[in-house]
């Protein structure tokens, strides 16, 4: 059974940095695309970053590049988020997901995914 544990979130000045990270187990990871998602109240949730299986293709929203970093390590069996230069509105809860099917490049679509961790919240203070 695919588990998705995520940490790292937490209350931020703005203009601070979080690092999140999420352990996957129950499969081969490294054959895996990643994604990480966000969903801010009363908004729809949102892909923030996505990666490759092989890492050879990363994958952001506008509103985000340049200052999030996607990344993974497959003998840790883990998928990192750095952020930094926070906003407010990077405020909300963080998910990181995957898919069912392997060696895919990047999936853009939430239906997309099949797997989902708990969620961990990220505040931003202004």
């Known amino acids: 059974q695919v588990q998705l544990v995520e940490s790292g979130g937490g209350l931020v000045q703005a203009g601070g940095s979080l690092r999140l990270s999420c352990a996957a187990s129950?499969?081969?990871?490294?054959?895996?695309?990643m994604g990480w998602f966000r969903q801010a109240p009363g908004k729809e949730r949102e892909l923030v970053a996505a990666?490759?299986?092989?890492?050879?293709?990363?994958y952001y929203a506008d509103s985000v590049k340049g200052r999030f970093t996607i990344s993974r390590d497959n003998v840790q069996n883990t998928v990192y988020l750095q952020m930094n230069s926070l906003k407010p509105e990077d405020t909300a809860v963080y998910y990181c997901?995957?898919?069912?099917?392997?060696?895919?490049?990047?999936?853009?679509?939430?239906?997309?995914?099949?797997?989902w961790g708990q969620g961990t919240q990220v505040t931003v203070s202004s």
């Open positions: 129950g499969r081969t990871f490294s054959r895996y695309a």
């Open positions: 997901a995957a898919p069912h099917k392997p060696y895919g490049s990047i999936w853009y679509q939430r239906s997309e995914y099949d797997y």
């Open positions: 990666i490759s299986w092989s890492s050879g293709r990363t």
